[in-house]
């Protein structure tokens, strides 16, 4: 072999190992732009549920709260309803038929929203603190409310509680699922932003 040839061949060879390092180096930066973008992808649907979930659940709180107030109220103002006999177009009496109305009317709202609470859930104790409060709200019997039997007062005084329990219950999961502290304003990871304030109203 003359030295002509073993030169092309020794240049050849370089070419060969720069082409050769020039495509490793380009595989391992795609490889690092794949890895960097699927991490932002990710990062990206993480912050998208968070604030479904923010919205999601700041809805429910409304209509729980709503439902609650309401049904509170239909419990205490037929209880201050005067005897059967006196009802006949009553004030006391009108105004206790339209909390009824009021309060039954809360209750689908409230069903409705939780379906969406627990499709997008990924925590056991929001989704026990959802049922625990429909389970609750489930008992409200207008008809019994109506009857002004003070035994029957006593029991809606007791569902009432049951509600506003639930409700603490929900606010306390989902201030744990949504990484939210009472004491700052935090949000989702890396810098979300605050939710359920309203709670505190």
Request: aromatic share 4%; glycine share 4%.
């Amino acid at each position: 072999m003359d030295a002509a040839i073993a030169g092309l061949i020794g240049s050849l060879g370089g070419v060969i190992v720069g082409a050769a390092a020039q495509a490793a180096q380009a595989a391992r930066s795609r490889k690092w732009q794949i890895d960097d973008q699927d991490r932002t992808a990710v990062e990206q649907q993480d912050t998208r549920l968070w604030q479904e979930r923010r919205i999601a659940y700041a809805a429910f709180m409304d209509v729980e709260m709503d439902a609650t107030e309401k049904i509170n109220w239909a419990w205490l103002i037929n209880a201050s309803e005067p005897p059967p006999e006196e009802r006949s177009n009553h004030p006391v009496s009108q105004e206790a038929s339209e909390a009824l109305r009021l309060a039954t009317e809360a209750i689908p709202k409230v069903t409705r929203l939780s379906q969406e609470v627990l499709l997008i859930t990924s925590s056991d104790a929001v989704t026990q603190a959802v049922r625990s409060y429909n389970a609750a709200m489930r008992c409200f019997n207008p008809s019994a409310a109506h009857s002004g039997n003070p035994e029957v007062s006593e029991q809606g005084q007791a569902l009432v509680l049951r509600l506003a329990q639930g409700h603490t219950l929900f606010v306390a999961a989902a201030r744990k699922e949504l990484r939210i502290e009472a004491s700052h304003r935090p949000g989702p990871p890396r810098g979300r932003q605050r939710l359920l304030d309203n709670d505190q109203r």
